[in-house]
Every structure is written in structure tokens, then in C-alpha cells.
């Protein structure tokens, strides 16, 4: 994989980590709303099961035996409607207190999707990061190597230069001339010549 490929495996990496950070915050925001519905409710349901023990407490304190008789001896034509208006009360109360658990359980079964999806997009996160670790690592290496590269091959051409320009100038590499250096082509021997030679005698004549 070249550098631009990694490159472009890093941005996508950062574009996913990106798209997780926001989706985490979306879930963190839904899991806070989800767990302020959750505490109202409990409040309500609260609220109302004490209401329900009031009218309970109050009723068992009203309705004693001597009242009852009374009442029911006196005011017979309103005690079918009392006891029917409370007894609609009472049901309406046990209505919204069922509701109210039902929705308790549905936003406790929404609550542990949250957490479950959070979770799952933690360990996605965790392997992104370790996958973008290794693209950066083996993105410098690359890096690394390619400067390496260059600097051998400038270091090779430097050498290759300065070889080429020694060997211009020493006379080695000079074309060497044989040519006599005077008119004349007859030059003497370096070593001196026997006195008994043809050749010494030749030229001493």
C-alpha cells in the first residue's frame, strides 16, 4: 500500500471515528432524556400511589360501622353515588399507575438498548483507534524509508560526481603522449652505454 493509500485509509478512519463521537453524543443526549422521563415517572407513579393510600387511610377512618348505618339509614339516595365516584377515582388512579409502569418498563427496555448500542460503538471505537494507529506507524515508516531513499541516492550521486571530476584531472586519466619532444627523433639512452658496444663507440664518433 502506498502513502496515498494509507492517506486515504486514514481520513476514512478519522470520517468513522468522527460519525461515532457524534452518534455516542446523540446516544448519551437519548440516554439523558430517557433517564429524566424514567425519574418523572417514578415520581408520578410516587405521587400517585401516596395519593392512593390517603384516599385508602381516609376512607377506612370515614367509613365506620355507626356512620355507615347512619348514613346508609338517612342518605341512601347519595351513598350509591359516593361510593361510585370514588370507586371510578380509585380505578382511574390504578389506570394511570399501570400506564405509568408500563411506560416505566418501556423506557427501562429503550435505556438498556442505549447502553448496549454505546457499548457496542465503544468497542468499535477501540478497534478503530488501534486500526488507525497501525495505518499511522506503517504511513511514517513509509515516510521514513522514502527519505532514506533520497538521501542514499543524492549521497550516490555527490559520489559518482566527485569520482568522474578526480579522474579529469589527474594525469592518469590524461591521454598520455609518446611523441619525441624535439625536431629530433633520436634521443639517448637513460642508462649509459658499455664502452666496448658498436653502438658507444657510434655515437661518440
Given at each position: 500500500m502506498n502513502a496515498a493509500g494509507l492517506r486515504r485509509?486514514?481520513?476514512?478512519?478519522?470520517a468513522l471515528a468522527a460519525a461515532y463521537n457524534d452518534l455516542s453524543n446523540?446516544?448519551?443526549?437519548?440516554?439523558?432524556?430517557?433517564?429524566?422521563?424514567?425519574?418523572?415517572?417514578?415520581?408520578?407513579?410516587?405521587?400517585l400511589a401516596r395519593e392512593n393510600e390517603q384516599l385508602r387511610?381516609?376512607?377506612?377512618q370515614d367509613a365506620t360501622v355507626s356512620t355507615f348505618s347512619f348514613i346508609?339509614?338517612?342518605?341512601?339516595?347519595?351513598?350509591?353515588?359516593?361510593?361510585?365516584i370514588l370507586s371510578n377515582h380509585l380505578e382511574a388512579l390504578t389506570a394511570q399507575v399501570q400506564d405509568l409502569q408500563k411506560h416505566n418498563e418501556a423506557l427501562k427496555i429503550n435505556l438498556n438498548k442505549a447502553e448496549?448500542?454505546?457499548?457496542?460503538?465503544c468497542d468499535d471505537n477501540r478497534v478503530l483507534d488501534e486500526e488507525n494507529k497501525r495505518l499511522l506507524c506503517r504511513l511514517e515508516k513509509e515516510?521514513?524509508?522514502?527519505?532514506?531513499?533520497?538521501?542514499?541516492?543524492?549521497?550516490?550521486?555527490?559520489?559518482?560526481?566527485?569520482?568522474?571530476?578526480?579522474?579529469?584531472?589527474?594525469?592518469?586519466?590524461r591521454a598520455i603522449d609518446f611523441s619525441p619532444v624535439g625536431a629530433d627523433s633520436s634521443r639517448h639512452p637513460l642508462s649509459?652505454?658499455?664502452h666496448n658496444s658498436p653502438d658507444y663507440r657510434a655515437h661518440k664518433k
Open positions: 485509509c486514514v481520513e476514512d478512519k478519522e446523540r446516544s448519551a443526549k437519548e440516554c439523558a432524556l430517557y433517564e429524566r422521563d424514567l425519574e418523572r415517572a417514578m415520581e408520578s407513579c410516587d405521587d387511610s381516609r376512607l377506612q346508609s339509614n338517612h342518605y341512601c339516595i347519595y351513598i350509591p353515588d359516593s361510593s361510585a448496549a448500542e454505546v457499548d457496542k460503538l515516510r521514513q524509508r522514502r527519505s532514506e531513499r533520497k538521501q542514499s541516492g543524492s549521497t550516490s550521486t555527490k559520489n559518482k560526481r566527485k569520482s568522474s571530476s578526480l579522474k579529469d584531472g589527474t594525469p592518469v586519466g649509459p652505454l658499455p
